[in-house]
């Protein structure tokens, strides 16, 4: 039998679909294409209502299609009742482990549940991939976090933090590289508090020790929310300040205003995002800043919105992900009244122009220089490739290969990329 798994939402929950992958095909064929599946699992994500709703209709016109579907992810934590009501099965992420158990009740006729509260140290199974049109592979180092932000749902979907062991995570680095990836993604909900449940391992020391793997390769950190970066980014930066790490960072911020971040529980003030800004763009001559900000919360009055503006405006992040708020489930802002959606998709346009107009700006700076890239992956016709920092070069050339370190001109550059072309 053939199965497919359509995933959703961020970094973590593809590293759990690839896990999945390894379990289902002791007992069943991956399908090209969800038509061809017999049953269908939608890893699901949801951090904001637009894509939950979306997931759900999905599910259902499956459903309606004759096919079998199961839901993992965080939606059957967080929204259970409709996810029970339109699929076969449900799963929580911190039992993708028993994936095969799921997909053997439903074949069989039955109806499951399974949400164990087991920890699940998820770097003791070895995902056995090779690079096909990508070099780049992502590792998850741990699983839950340390914050009570008012708004989320996705901590009561992942549950406390579980750090992953360090010594399996460098295994699975290690396997990687030695199979082809020369790209390492860490990721999980919150990099900066690994090892804070263990007391014996932290995020500086496993970036220390990746260092010190043979090879030509590039680490990509993922997000590390503000109050807890603060603690570990003097240590952080002198580990990244080496070739095997890109110049990227992920710090979140969500609001400029202080006085919402405390009503949202973020746990930082606006100058302690400012501040690790400020470290990074000191340390190294070109980097990638990048951030979250939620626009729209029921508690944000216009002048809050306009310090956010103004904070955008000083630290200039190259990445900026807008999310208009949207009310989850068991959240302590659920029960908040409401903005209209017209203010809301007003100062998602504002910060979004904002944004543009910065990258913009900074991207034509680099038409004429020469950058070493790494080539991570082909897409139809062009290859994409990172400058050292992690920047995007599109390359639109016939002779490259993907894993290879070349030199190419910045010959043009869009808001969001840069074009370019080798120069051998």
Not at 36 to 51: E, K, M, R, W
Not at 127 to 148: D, H, T
């Amino acid at each position: 039998m053939k199965y497919f798994i359509k995933t959703y939402g961020c970094k973590l929950n593809h590293s759990d679909s690839a896990l999945m992958e390894i379990f289902l095909n002791e007992n069943y064929e991956r399908a090209e294409d969800m038509d061809s599946a017999h049953f269908v699992i939608l890893n699901t994500c949801g951090v904001v209502d637009t894509t939950s709703n979306k997931i759900l209709k999905e599910a259902k016109e499956l459903k309606e299609k004759g096919k079998i579907v199961i839901l993992g992810g965080c939606l059957p934590e967080t929204m259970k009742n409709e996810c029970r009501k339109i699929s076969d099965g449900i799963f929580s992420p911190t039992n993708i482990d028993k994936i095969n158990e799921v997909v053997k009740i439903v074949l069989d006729g039955g109806k499951v549940e399974m949400f164990d509260s087991t920890e699940l140290d998820k770097s003791i199974f070895i995902r056995n991939e090779k690079p096909v049109n990508s070099i780049s592979s992502i590792i998850a180092i741990s699983e839950g976090c340390l914050g009570c932000c008012s708004y989320c749902v996705t901590r009561l979907a992942r549950r406390k933090l579980v750090s992953f062991d360090m010594e399996n995570i460098l295994l699975q680095v290690n396997h990687f590289l030695k199979n082809g990836f020369k790209e390492i993604q860490l990721t999980s909900q919150d990099l900066a508090v690994y090892g804070f449940d263990k007391g014996s391992q932290n995020l500086p020391l496993l970036l220390n020790r990746i260092n010190s793997l043979e090879g030509d390769f590039r680490v990509k950190l993922g997000m590390m929310n503000p109050g807890w970066a603060k603690k570990i980014v003097d240590e952080v930066l002198e580990e990244m300040d080496s070739e095997k790490y890109y110049k990227f960072l992920h710090i979140p911020v969500q609001s400029g205003s202080t006085e919402l971040l405390s009503k949202m529980r973020r746990g930082y003030k606006r100058e302690d995002f400012e501040e690790i800004a400020d470290k990074f763009r000191n340390k190294f001559d070109d980097v990638i800043f990048s951030t979250d900000i939620i626009v729209g919360h029921p508690l944000e009055t216009d002048d809050m919105f306009l310090e956010t503006v103004e904070m955008l405006k000083v630290v200039r992040p190259e990445i900026i992900h807008i999310f208009k708020f949207s009310k989850r489930p068991n959240t302590l802002d659920e029960k908040l009244r409401d903005l209209p959606d017209r203010i809301k998709k007003d100062r998602s346009r504002i910060i979004t122009r904002l944004f543009h107009k910065m990258n913009e700006d900074t991207n034509k700076k680099f038409i004429g220089k020469i950058e070493c890239v790494l080539v991570i992956e082909k897409r139809a016709d062009i290859f994409l490739s990172r400058t050292n920092s992690g920047r995007t070069v599109v390359l639109r050339e016939n002779n490259l290969h993907i894993g290879e370190f070349i030199n190419v001109k910045i010959v043009s550059s869009k808001w969001n990329y840069l074009e370019g072309t080798s120069v051998f």
